[in-house]
């Protein structure tokens, strides 16, 4: 158990909705990055949050945003959902900047 | 932009036997290189990482990875593997100023008895 968690654990939706992902950092932690697993693409970053502020943007649709609160805890936000979307969801967490980052188990979105 | 290579998709390993899953990075300045496990259906656990010193480093399992600055590579090592150890491993390349991973497609490990 890294300590991160991440809710719900799986997600179905249809085309065209939009749905939040949550993320929980370890305690202390200060940094929050997301990322997207899926077969075509891997592992890719998507953003990263430094104590409530954006600090790193990766390859994140336009559809998709991000924030984090001031108890630290972040929320992924996905809209106009398409099949292409479906994929896990990592949230990791890191103590400061340039540190090991923990992950979460992730979120299994599927799109219908 | 930096880079990772996994030169192999899936390896296969008898158990008992050893383990090398090779990993090749580019990145222009000192990179920060790690190695992750993923088993089926969970996250990533951290396995071991480098920073800076000594190059061979130590992780969690029994793996071991060494940093070879001149062929740009950070090799996983463990020298006897169980039937435990199978699972997606990704190796991944972060950096100064630059906090994000880049992964590798991953290696997934077959062990056999």
């Known amino acids: 158990d890294s300590g991160v968690t991440q809710t719900p654990k799986h997600l179905i939706t249809a085309t065209g909705q939009r749905v939040t992902l949550r993320c929980s950092p370890r305690s202390g932690d200060l940094s929050v990055y997301w990322y997207q697993q899926s077969l075509d693409q891997g592992l890719q970053f998507l953003i990263q949050?430094?104590?409530?502020?954006?600090?790193a943007k990766g390859n994140i649709l336009e559809r998709f945003s991000a924030q984090q609160f001031p108890d630290l805890h972040s929320e992924l936000n996905l809209s106009s959902l398409e099949l292409g979307d479906s994929a896990l969801y990592f949230c990791?967490?890191?103590?400061?900047?340039?540190?090991?980052?923990?992950f979460g188990p992730g979120t299994r979105l599927t799109v219908l | 932009a930096q880079s990772v290579t996994q030169p192999d998709i899936h390896i296969t390993v008898s158990e008992g036997a050893s383990l090398e899953l090779r990993c090749n990075y580019s990145?222009?300045?000192?990179?920060?290189l790690f190695w992750y496990v993923q088993s089926p259906g969970q996250g990533l656990q951290l396995l071991l990482k480098?920073?800076?010193?000594?190059?061979l480093v130590q992780g969690i399992k029994g793996f071991e990875a060494e940093f070879k600055r001149s062929q740009s590579s950070f090799n996983l090592r463990k020298p006897s593997v169980h039937w435990s150890d199978a699972a997606e491993y990704f190796c991944?390349?972060?950096?100064?100023?630059?906090?994000?991973?880049?992964f590798g497609t991953g290696t997934r490990l077959t062990i056999i008895p």
């Open positions: 990791a967490s890191s103590v400061g900047v340039n540190n090991e980052q923990f």
């Open positions: 949050y430094y104590n409530g502020e954006e600090r």
């Open positions: 991944a390349v972060g950096a100064v100023g630059n906090e994000k991973l880049t």
């Open positions: 480098y920073f800076s010193g000594d190059t």
């Open positions: 990145y222009g300045a000192t990179p920060y």
